[in-house]
Every structure is written in C-alpha cells, then in structure tokens.
C-alpha cells in the first residue's frame, strides 16, 4: 500500500518536514537548515511521533555538523551542543535519545577528517531513516496476522507515516492488513487535547481511502460496549523492559476498555522503542505540556479564564494490560520481559 | 453555598435563559416569549442538562397557552401543538418528557375557562422549578455523605447549577460537601465534543471558588492510574428502573475506569429522572448529533473534509457499576431495582 505524502524528507542540505499543527486544513513544508531549527519543529510538535522525532534528531545533528565543518569550527563540539539541545526538546518519547546515541557513537568512530566525518555522519543519518521505514514494513508484514479478517479496529492518536519515516508503525499494520485484503474498519480517537486522531490519523486513512470514522475519545467507551470494537492498536513512545508501554495521554483508557470488553490490545512499535534501562514505566519521565493546549482551541479560548490545567502529554500502560507488542523482529506475547530479552539477545 | 448565576427565570410574561453556547466567554441572558423559541433554546442547547431542559419546557407549555389566551385561540389545541413541538426536540433526557407529562396532566383537570387555566399551569411550571431547586438541595443534603472528608472527585460533562433549575445534581452534592467542610478537589473532564465540563462546570466551580483541575477526558485514566481519584460523580438523563444509567457520552468509560481501580461511582438525579416504563437502557433513545460539532470547532474545521463521524449524545452505564444514585428522597443502593420500586411506593 502506498503512502501518498512525506513526513520527512533529506535533501542533502536541509530537512523538510510536513507541518503537523497545520494539517489537515494545510499541507505545508517546511525546510531546516540548522539544528536549532530542527530542535523547534520537535519541541512545537511540527513534527512529532517517536519514530520521526528520532529520525530528525539525526539529521539536526547532521545539519549542526555541516554548518561547523563549512564555517571552519571544530565538528565535535559543534555536534555535542546540537546533540544537548535536540535531547532536550522532549523528554518521553525514547526513540529521540536511541537516535541521538546512535549518531553519537558513529561520531565517536570518526577521524577528525571534517568532510569524510560530515559524509558518514549523514550515511548514518540516513540510514536510520531508511531502517525505519523498513522497520515499518515489518511490523506491518508481521502485525497484519493479528488483525481480524473483517473488523472495527479502534486506533488512538497517531501512529502512522506522519509520526514515522513513513508507512507507520500502528497504521502501518492497518495499512499492511487492509494491502493483504483485510476488511477493516478503522475508528479514530480524535485524541484530545493536540488532535492528532482528528487531524493527522484521519487525513492519512482518508488519503489511502482506509475507511474510518472520526470519534472523540469518550465516545470509544459506548463502542466498546456496544461490542463494535474487535482490536485496538496504538503505537508506543517508550516500552519498558517489563513491557509496560508509554504512550500518548488517552492510551491507558484504551487498554483498560479492552481489558474490560475482552478485546486485544495491541501496540506496534520497533525495536529503537524499547528502553532496556528502565525496568517499569514508573522510571519514565512523563512530559507535561502547557495548559493552554486544553484551554484554547486554534487560538480561542474555551475555558474560564484562570482555571487550573493538568495536561500530561503520555500515560503508561501496565504489561498486563497488552495482548502483544508487534515489532520489526516479530511479535512479541507475555510475558514481555522474556520475549524483549530474547529480542536483545 | 449560594450560587453567583440564574440558568432559567421566569419573569411572568417571558423565559430568561443564560445562553449556554457562548459561556464561559460571554454571560448573555436570552429572553424567549414562545413556546418555539423555548423549542429551539432546547434543540440548539441554549439550555441543556436534564432536569433544566424539563423545566424550561413547562414554561415554554405556558408562553404557548398565554399567547392562545391573549389572542383567543382555544388554549387546549396550543398546548398539545407546543407539547409535540417540545416533546421532539431531544429524545434521551425523560425530564422532557415528565415535565411535559406533568403539565398535561394538570391542564387536563382545568376548567374551560382560559385566564383561569392559564393562571394555574404558571403556578404548575413554577412548582416543577421550585420542586427541582428543592430537589438538588436535598440531593445535596444526601450526597454530601458519600464524599470523602477530604480528596479528589471526578466529575463528567455539567450536571451543576447550570444543568437545573439551579444548585445542580452531582454538582449540588459536592457543593454541599464543600459548605460541610469536606476538603474537595475536582478534576474536570472537559466533555467533548461540546465542552460542557470545560466551559460550564469548570466556569461554575470557578465562580463558587470550589478548587478544580481541568482535563481532557482522555486524560482521566492517567489519574485513575496514579491513585489521584477518590470518588466519580455524575448526573443522568434517564435512568432505567432497574438502575441503569443513560449519561452524557462518556459517563460509561468514566464508570469502567472508576470498577477497575475501586474507586465508588455516584449518580446524582432526581426521582423525575427515573424512567420505571423502561427496563433496561436497551430501551431508551440515545440521540446522534449532526458529525459537524466533532469536525468544527467554534465554526473552524479540525478533522478532514468529507471524515465519517459517528456522534451519540449519550452512552449508558449498566446499573452494576453503579455504587449509589443519590436522589432527593435518599440514596439508592444496589440492587436498585428493589431500591426503585420503594422511591415510588
């Protein structure tokens, strides 16, 4: 199945990024020269998703070693300061960090041969953006099998070629079972309060006339228990080593309801998602974003004024909660803490 | 505890109504003289909430039989047109329907004779809005107990001051609660698609100086999660006669949430809420709303052109996960069938 729009682009001297607080209203892209620039685009979610927050980042740092190298400074610092201020745009999604110590253990390989060391930095760069698209692949060639051959499917947030190099990791096993003759039926959280059911999820369905219908989150409760759910599958900004599975805010209540209807829930995300060094989710930074993301709507204000905002951007789901974690390897089942292992080995 | 606002007033010759549309960013009080304008206040949710849209109905009976008095049309015929006009503009909520059946049976005993007649339905559409202020205050008086001394509580959608002829259901019990002493913190669904929790109960609890949290509905789970919710608290727009709770969409998620942590979930309405002609909720309409309030937001689309979207009003909630309804008469327990059926020996 093919995707009919890039989320991000190399062109061998900038980044191009698809702007995701605009979309779906506009298709804009936007070009970065500088990592600085990059390290903006991620914090104000112009691009976003774990996957594709960590493609970025390797290209920031591309774009900071570029612009040293051409101005005659010392790349290694140059790649250090870049390197701190991308790992500082968000702190939840692991894939950013997986990125950034990939590039940086590359970089600690390098002569001091600035051009040679630019040339293999952006080989790297590139490279982790090619294995995620092909990560994706995978995991939709393996999480189609879960999916029913004909079936409701409920989605939350978005998990798809917009917060990957491409293809998705969540709708990329949608998009792999619907291309294997699947009947499936997508509901979208609108995923409240950035929107990116409504905005992102629903787009990219729509543009690979996936059919699928748009619903606010507390609306999945009555789906579920008028049995109209048959799966539910999200994507995963950081899994543990037990398995429990950090997610967008809204993510939790997803699996609680499948617990609760007996409906599997799934999460596909690639190997880069999982962080062997946190044992529980409860190790796992959390990030809160600004209230005002809850309290006004494109600019306008919805609530009182004053009013107190809690606004977490992920929740964490517990292992026994996940019917199985599809990666690029294959799937995983509980308990997860043996199949990660066994997946590391 | 006084409340700062007036939903509903009747000024003897016309229905004021706050205009809640536009709240919290402008207070505009409306002023309808017909029994279609009061029809539309219904239909376009200038007044929404069970037990408030019963009451605004009985006035609109009134404005109907006092226009047909003045200009000397037979009063009877103008009361049924109004009734079948009113009846039909919201299916869930059985206070429509009771403050209609009410009236009409109070009209059917008048004489002939039209000032008189029409004196004694103002009288009655009076008694039914006293009857509900009354009513809230001792839901409060009952409810009260039921809440933690000191804690947080989570409530859903607005079934406050603004959702009744004034104090509110599950809004009057935790009023009660705060003027008891009790030490209460609330955490506010914001209530999508239409925002009643962020815009009007997060706007009434503000203006009582009631401490509360604003979040988006997804966001619940999280706080579930972390232990943070001590009791839920709901209205209802129609509750079967063996418990069952229709409710603003995504009461039932709320309910699920509230079982699988252990956390009591509490139904606040009064005994006109409690439809005994249904069984279960099986039967009873749950009204779609035109897809635009998922798509729109304040006139601005969010979601893609031509998106499917599926938008139910309310979702119901299986009597057994009910802990208590708290009505005017005392708290109900389960099994609330036998509960029930003593409320209206």
Known sequence: MRVTFRTIEWTGDALLLLDQRILPGRETVRRYATARGVADAIRTMVVRGAPAIGVAAAFGLVLAVRSAVRGGRPWREAFRTAAEMLGATRPTAVNLFWAIERMRRGASMLSDDPRESLRALEREAVAVYEEDLAANRAMGAHGAKLLPRSGSVLTHCNAGALATAGYGTALG????????????????????????????????????????????????????????????????????????????????????????????????????????????????????????????????????????????????????????????????????????????R
């Open 173 to 344: 096993v949608i998009r792999a079972a619907v291309a294997a003759g699947k009947r499936i039926h997508v509901y979208v959280d609108e995923t409240r309060p950035f929107l990116q059911g409504a905005r992102l999820t629903a787009w990219e369905l729509s543009k690979d006339k996936i059919p699928c219908t748009l619903i606010t989150d507390n609306m999945a409760a009555k789906l579920f228990g008028d049995g109209k759910i048959h799966a539910a599958i999200v994507g995963a900004d950081r899994i543990a080593r037990n398995g429990d599975v950090a997610n967008k805010i809204g993510t939790y209540g997803v699996a609680v309801l499948c617990r609760v209807h007996k409906v599997p829930f799934y999460v596909a995300a690639p190997r880069s998602t999982i962080d062997l060094g946190v044992r529980s989710v409860k190790e796992i930074p959390i990030e809160e974003r600004n209230g005002r993301e809850v309290t006004h709507f494109m600019g306008r204000r919805v609530a009182p004024d004053g009013i107190r905002v809690y606004n977490p951007a992920f929740d964490v789901t517990p292992a026994r909660y996940v019917s199985a974690i599809v990666t690029e390897k294959g799937v995983l089942f509980p308990p997860f803490s043996r199949d990660i292992r066994a997946l590391f």
